[in-house]
Each structure stands twice: as structure tokens, then as C-alpha cells.
């Protein structure tokens, strides 16, 4: 005989109430202090306020305070925003900073789960800007057994807690390429060098809709750079303003808020490439390795000459041009062989890198597609 168990459909009201701190006013509070006090500004962040080891102590026992694995929940500004108690001394601001006092029905780490896709009763659709008791107490929760909800709550925390060793695991790769990027810079002690007109060639070669044939054309553009994706390809009919044509292996740097770095390294050009018009190709001469002088443009070296050499009213319209990136100095450059050596230390990094944020990508897939398989 095969016994299916439905989960169950129930408001978070029926298993407990809002709770919150007693109230902590702002002469009570100091800059430094024994007893870190979070406001709805600092929650979840470093606190800027604080309170006396025995005010901590009087309202702790005098008052509601949360239990070791409460789930925190931001009632204003970014609402819903969800913070597990550890334990630690704390305190926190009244009414901005909530949790559900809830009974044994129910798990902490199972909840944990539940809030990473809540939609709060009497929210959906609307701006509000505060997350009311009854918002909280109101909303629809669809349950399994208690030692169901345990077992889902630690699997969901495992994959968190996986994710978050994977990003440890990217910081501190990022950190040694930084370090190690460092080779491609000269000492700051003079300006003197050899500029980077003499290392590349520019030839930008437009093109418009109304010249292109009937074809698909690969486009290398800013949102795709920005956000890690793979360049799209496109049909000549789609295309509504002027590109540059790719027609050999170059850099593509980015003439558009040079402090992100944008530079794009195109070691082999597909059939019919194109760029925005705000990139400027750069076809390498024989004395430089391409893989080098790329990681030399992301260099902080390159970058501060890039930003002192910048036209616009603020970072993110400021821009460089073309003439002005080519009379960048380059000094100290090593042998092409050198190059090379130094250039493939550094596509390692970068490779594991992008391999690590593909497994923290597919580790938050994997929680995305149990949480909404699970709370349909």
C-alpha cells in the first residue's frame, strides 16, 4: 500500500506571534559600547550604535528576546530581509526588526527556506514600504511533517553553506591574481616609458544596417561583458545603430567608465564580428603578447593613467579617448618570452576563477529549483 502525505496549508499565525525587542531609545545608546544595538540601517551589517552591558542583561530577561537560530526579519526598508540570531550578544531595534515566537511545528531551518520565496501576505503587486504583524502573520506556508521540515531545512542549508565556501573560495582567488597581476606593473617612481601607440595598432573600420548583407553577426557588447555571458549572435536586421567590424584577433577595451575595466580578449574572430562603436579594437604588434598587454590594461598602473586621462561629468559618464588610451606609458617590458610566462600564470587564475563562479552558479540553481519545486 503506497500512503501519500499531502503538506499541509497553514498561516504562519496559527503557530506562534510577532516578537520584537523593548524598545531602546537614542540617549540610551552610545558610539562605542558593550552591546552592539542594530537599527533597520545596520541590520545584518556593522552597527554603528551601542548599549550598556547591564541595559542588555535588564531588558534580555525582562523582555521578548530572541533563541538561538530566530529568524530575524527587517519590517522597513529593504522588508523581509532575513537574518539568523546565533546567539551572539545583541540587541535590536523595535518594530523594524521582528521574528516569528513560534511553537515546536515548526523548524527554523525549514522557515529558513520558506523565506528565501515568500511572497508576505497583502504585499504581492504593491510598493509598500513597511511588512505589518498581520502582513507576517497573515501569509500561507504549505508544511510536511516536522521531521520532514528538518530534513529539507538541512539539505537547503548544506548547498548555503557550500555556496558560501565557494565564494571564500573566489575572494581569495581573486586576491592572489590581484597579487600576482602585480608583475605586469612598474614601480610608480617616474612617467617616463614607451606609450601604447607603439605596441598596437588602431584601425576601426564602421559599419551601418543599411550596408549589412542579410546575415547573423556575433556582437560583443557591454551588457554581455558586464554580466559574464557569452556574446550574442544576432540578425543584421535587429541591428539599429553603427558597429565596428572585427576582422582580426584584438583587444577590445572599453571606452566607457574606465574604472570597471572593460577589455575584452578576442584571441580568434568568428565570421562576421561586431562591437558597439564604444569599443576600441586593439591589433597587436609583434613586441607584445596579447594575453599580457590584457591583464596590463586591467592593471591599477594602466587604470590610473586611464582615469587621469578621463573626460565627464561623473564616473560612470566619464570616457576615454582613443588618442589619449594610446598615450598611456608602458615601462619595464619584459622579453615576449616572459611575457608569455607571466601572461599564462595569470589565465590560470582567471580560468579557475570563472570555473569556481560556474559551480557557485549551478549550487544556486540547485537551491533555486528545490525551493520552487518545493513551495509551488
Do not use: C
Amino acid at each position: 500500500m503506497i500512503i501519500i502525505i499531502v503538506w499541509e496549508q497553514r498561516k504562519l499565525g496559527e503557530f506562534g506571534s510577532v516578537a520584537m525587542n523593548k524598545r531602546i531609545f537614542k540617549k540610551q545608546t552610545t558610539k562605542l559600547g558593550d552591546v552592539p544595538f542594530y537599527k533597520i540601517g545596520t541590520f545584518g551589517k556593522k552597527p554603528d550604535a551601542y548599549i550598556s552591558n547591564e541595559l542588555f542583561e535588564e531588558y534580555k530577561s525582562k523582555y521578548p528576546y530572541p533563541e538561538t537560530g530566530d529568524l530575524l526579519i527587517s519590517a522597513s526598508g529593504s522588508i523581509g530581509r532575513i537574518v539568523e540570531y546565533k546567539g551572539q550578544k545583541a540587541y535590536f531595534q523595535d518594530s523594524n526588526i521582528v521574528w516569528l515566537k513560534h511553537n515546536d511545528q515548526l523548524n527554523n531551518l525549514f522557515l529558513k527556506a520558506f523565506y528565501h520565496i515568500v511572497k508576505w501576505d497583502g504585499t504581492e503587486g504593491s510598493t509598500i514600504k513597511r511588512l505589518y504583524n498581520k502582513n507576517i502573520l497573515r501569509t500561507k506556508i504549505s508544511l510536511p511533517t516536522v521531521l520532514e521540515q528538518e530534513k529539507i531545512g538541512e539539505i537547503i542549508e548544506h548547498i548555503e553553506q557550500l555556496t558560501a565556501l565557494q565564494q571564500r573560495k573566489i575572494d581569495l582567488l581573486i586576491q592572489i591574481s590581484k597579487v600576482l597581476s602585480k608583475i605586469t606593473q612598474p614601480k610608480l617612481t617616474t612617467i617616463n616609458g614607451i606609450m601604447l601607440k607603439e605596441f598596437v595598432n588602431v584601425k576601426i573600420k564602421t559599419i551601418n544596417t543599411s550596408k549589412l548583407k542579410k546575415n547573423k553577426y556575433l556582437e560583443y557588447s557591454m551588457p554581455a561583458f558586464d554580466n559574464n555571458e557569452v556574446p550574442q549572435i544576432i540578425s543584421s536586421k535587429n541591428i539599429r545603430s553603427s558597429k565596428i567590424l572585427i576582422e582580426k584577433p584584438v583587444i577590445l577595451f572599453n571606452k566607457l567608465n574606465v574604472r570597471k575595466r572593460r577589455v575584452w580578449n578576442l584571441k580568434k574572430i568568428q565570421t562576421n564580428a561586431i562591437a558597439s562603436t564604444e569599443f576600441i579594437p586593439l591589433e597587436l604588434k609583434p613586441s607584445i603578447d596579447q594575453n599580457y598587454l590584457y591583464f596590463l590594461l586591467k592593471s591599477d598602473y594602466v587604470t590610473a593613467q586611464m582615469i587621469a586621462r578621463s573626460t565627464g561629468s561623473s564616473n560612470s559618464q566619464k570616457r576615454i579617448r582613443k588618442e589619449d588610451l594610446l598615450s598611456i606609458r608602458i615601462r619595464n617590458l619584459p622579453s615576449i618570452e616572459k611575457q608569455r610566462k607571466i601572461a599564462n600564470i595569470l589565465l590560470n587564475y582567471e580560468k579557475l576563477i570563472h570555473q569556481n563562479k560556474e559551480i557557485k552558479k549551478i549550487l544556486l540553481s540547485l537551491k533555486k529549483s528545490l525551493l520552487q519545486q518545493m513551495f509551488i
